[in-house]
T-cell receptor
Framework: DAGVTQSPTHLIKTRGQQVTLRCSPKSGHDTVSWYQQALGQGPQFIFQYYEEEERQRGNFPDRFSGHQFPNYSSELNVNALLLGDSALYLC??????????????FGPGTRLTVL | QQPVQSPQAVILREGEDAVINCSSSKALYSVHWYRQKHGEAPVFLMILLKGGEQKGHEKISASFNEKKQQSSLYLTASQLSYSGTYFCGTATSGTYKYIFGTGTRLKVLA
């Protein structure tokens, strides 16, 4: 049973560029959440996708956008990269039962470095 | 508002017990606990739901005090593999957004 997978593992970009990160959820899961984790900090919620729609969003600017595909995989896009966007980006999958917070399983993350 | 965890850091000898607390200023619906090792993704340990339902592992247990909006994680007979940073992730009713706590760094020595 494949767990949550993310690609790429590492990425180096320069300020102003755009980046796309990818996530495949755990088998049987239909919900994907994205988190940003700066060094030494806890994960910060970016947004969650369920049934191909953004269901909830954290306090992140519109430069951060996403998409969920019919197979439940997801992409995180970040435009106009800033130095402060350097972080570990984590994807977590779960079952999106309404009103029932379920266990989130995290992928290995993508380490983004902005120069 | 980010949940506050205490202690910030703790050092144990193998076999010793530890308690990690997570306090929120908001009324919580659920609390998740995770352990993260350096350079790795957080690993799920435990979920606690409002109403007292608890899930988890044998030597790791947790409680959820709804009146105080506080959760505690209990690690018994610690092993070297318990070392890492522990985070609580909290959610309020009607939201799908998890807010992670400040983290507790735990190190177990042989």
């Amino acid at each position: 049973d494949a767990g949550v997978t993310q690609s790429p593992t590492h990425l180096i970009k320069t300020r102003g560029q755009q980046v796309t990160l990818r996530c495949s959820p755990k088998s049987g899961h239909d919900t994907v959440s994205w988190y940003q984790q700066a060094l030494g900090q806890g994960p910060q919620f970016i947004f969650q996708y369920y049934e191909e729609e953004e269901r909830q969003r954290g306090n992140f600017p519109d430069r951060f956008s996403g998409h969920q595909f019919p197979n439940y995989s997801s992409e995180l896009n970040v435009n106009a990269l800033l130095l402060g966007d350097s972080a570990l980006y984590l994807c977590a999958s779960s079952l999106g039962l309404a009103g029932s917070p379920d266990t989130q399983y995290f992928g290995p993350g993508t380490r983004l470095t902005v120069l | 508002q980010q949940p506050v965890q205490s202690p910030q850091a703790v050092i144990l000898r193998e076999g010793e017990d530890a308690v990690i607390n997570c306090s929120s200023s908001k009324a919580l619906y659920s609390v998740h606990w995770y352990r993260q090792k350096h350079g790795e993704a957080p690993v799920f340990l435990m979920i606690l739901l409002k109403g007292g339902e608890q899930k988890g592992h044998e030597k790791i247990s947790a409680s959820f005090n709804e009146k105080k909006q506080q959760s505690s994680l209990y690690l018994t007979a610690s092993q070297l593999s318990y070392s890492g940073t522990y985070f609580c992730g909290t959610a309020t009713s009607g939201t799908y957004k998890y807010i992670f706590g400040t983290g507790t760094r735990l190190k177990v020595l042989a």
